[in-house]
């Protein structure tokens, strides 16, 4: 029987009738749902699991046979996930609850067709680059890792800092700024977006580096290779900058060498076989929608 971990944040009851919806379909197309502990501790006694429903508390309790994760809500939610799946060939399938939805692109009307699809195998699976943070010093545990960007941001809110930033060691710039985003071509519509730089199709295998409010307008962000091992060295006046890795958050000293680079694994995002990255585009940023009417 094939099996699928579930994964949410936290039980609203209003979405009671989704989740039975799923779970429902699920027992239909004999998929087995593996669900996380604290999610599945919340369910109880508000939706009927199929029978033979099990639960997870860690990455480690992961078999091989598992070949899904459903993520039901946001685009934060699918981003937990990442710690979840870690290197695993497990394909993420984004059930978007939320708003935006540029990753959990599946809505939630469209439940039952992504389980089928689930089932008989008739959706697209894109593979999606990770970036690689390391440092002087261990960071972020065991998920050294993001699906969107690494960032390095002052701490304090007082002066810009100073970060030195070399290709392969080669010197490319030092941006006096807020701080600086190196996003994946993924994490290009993120954070980086907001910062004004550049939408980069998700197979294009490039970084971008994008400074946050530079004190040098004439200062742009820029694509490279996702060849390059990006390295940086900070000054500042406080002693603590802020290093980030996605949603995920660390103090650390000025002091630490951080260099970032392509992790060696990459992830698969499911999206139904009529849905692309343009449709999500138009769909999303409602490009070429006409407002004067």
């Known amino acids: 029987m094939m099996q699928a971990a579930v994964y949410s944040r936290v039980y609203d ?134 699906l969107n960007e690494f960032t390095i941001h002052k701490k304090d809110q007082g002066s810009m800092i100073k970060i030195h930033t070399y290709l392969n060691g080669e010197f490319l710039n030092t941006y006096w700024a807020d701080g600086l985003i190196v996003a994946t071509p993924t994490g290009s519509t993120g954070y980086s977006l907001s910062c004004q730089g550049p939408i980069v199709f998700p197979e294009s295998r490039s970084f971008v580096i994008t400074p946050i409010a530079p004190h040098n307008l004439n200062v742009r962000p820029i694509v490279v290779p996702d060849t390059n091992v990006i390295s940086f060295e900070i000054e500042s006046r406080s002693e603590q900058v802020i290093c980030s890795l996605d949603a995920r958050r660390e103090v650390v000293s000025k002091s630490i060498q951080l260099a970032v680079r392509r992790e060696s694994f990459d992830i698969g995002l499911v999206r139904l076989s009529e849905e692309n990255f343009l449709h999500t585009l138009r769909n999303k940023l409602t490009w070429g929608l006409d407002k004067r009417n």
């Open 13 to 146: 009851p209003e979405q009671q009738a989704e989740w039975q919806m799923l779970f429902d379909e699920m027992e239909r197309q004999q998929i087995r749902p593996v669900i996380f502990r604290d999610f599945y501790d919340q369910l109880a006694g508000s939706v009927r699991l199929p029978d033979g429903a099990g639960h997870f508390a860690t990455a480690h309790d992961l078999s091989d046979d598992i070949e899904f994760m459903i993520s039901f809500g946001g685009d934060g939610t699918l981003l937990d996930t990442l710690a979840l799946i870690r290197e695993k060939r497990i394909s993420i399938v984004g059930i978007n609850a939320g708003r935006l939805g540029f990753l959990a692109s599946i809505g939630r009307e469209e439940i039952p067709t992504a389980i089928r699809a689930m089932a008989q195998r008739s959706y697209v699976e894109d593979r999606r680059t990770l970036i690689h943070l390391d440092g002087s010093q261990p960071l972020f545990g065991e998920v050294p890792y993001a």
